[in-house]
């Protein structure tokens, strides 16, 4: 969605003449998605109304019957005081900084600044985003080879911090970039 979403916005706004437009068809669209999800999915496949009850029996066959144990209080001081809980917090902030802008402020960026026209402003939008989801794939791939290689820690740390600094130095070479 995130990817395709500029492009189809920007062919809505060249031939409707107005963003409000794409609200208008997005907010549909997802007020029948939610419709759709609403009617169809369920916390369990034994909730929907079309399962019967031959269904039922073959989906519990073969889990084991737990009694229901009181809820355990969530672990506050754990999580407060982790270091890597605490870190890997900055990271996610200091990445979606980019990622905010990005999504929320690239197209009035480009238009604003750079005079970049609707009918591009689209393209160059959804070019970044797939961009950013290559780059999330291929991370994946990459994290796994990196941890088979040096190990689940290294193999984990490797992609974040070499990808974060090379995302801050990208962001800081945009600076001089005309």
């Known amino acids: 969605g995130a990817v395709l979403a500029p492009a189809i916005t920007s062919v809505i706004i060249v031939n409707c003449g107005s ?3 794409s609200a208008w068809i997005f907010g ?3 007020l029948l998605v939610a419709l759709y999800f609403g009617l169809v999915f369920r916390e369990t496949p034994a909730e929907h109304p079309a399962c019967n009850d031959q269904e039922r029996s073959y989906l519990n066959e073969g889990r084991p019957h737990h009694e229901q144990r009181p809820p355990t209080p969530f672990p506050w001081r754990d999580v407060l005081t982790n270091r890597s809980l605490w870190l890997m917090c900055a990271v996610q902030f200091l990445t979606n900084i980019g990622w905010v802008f990005i ?3 690239l197209p009035d960026y480009l238009k604003d600044v ?3 026209s609707d009918a591009l402003n689209g393209p160059i939008s959804t070019c970044t985003m797939s961009i950013g989801m290559f780059g999330m794939l ?3 791939f990459f994290t796994d080879f990196c941890a088979r290689r ?3 820690r290294l193999g984990r740390l490797i992609p974040l911090v070499s990808t974060r600094f090379l995302a801050g130095i990208m962001f800081f070479l945009c600076i001089f970039m005309p």
């Open 114 to 116: 750079h005079r970049v």
């Open 28 to 30: 549909g669209t997802g």
């Open 103 to 105: 999504l929320n402020s």
């Open 19 to 21: 963003w409000r437009w």
């Open 150 to 152: 040096f190990g689940v």
């Open 138 to 140: 291929a991370g994946g």
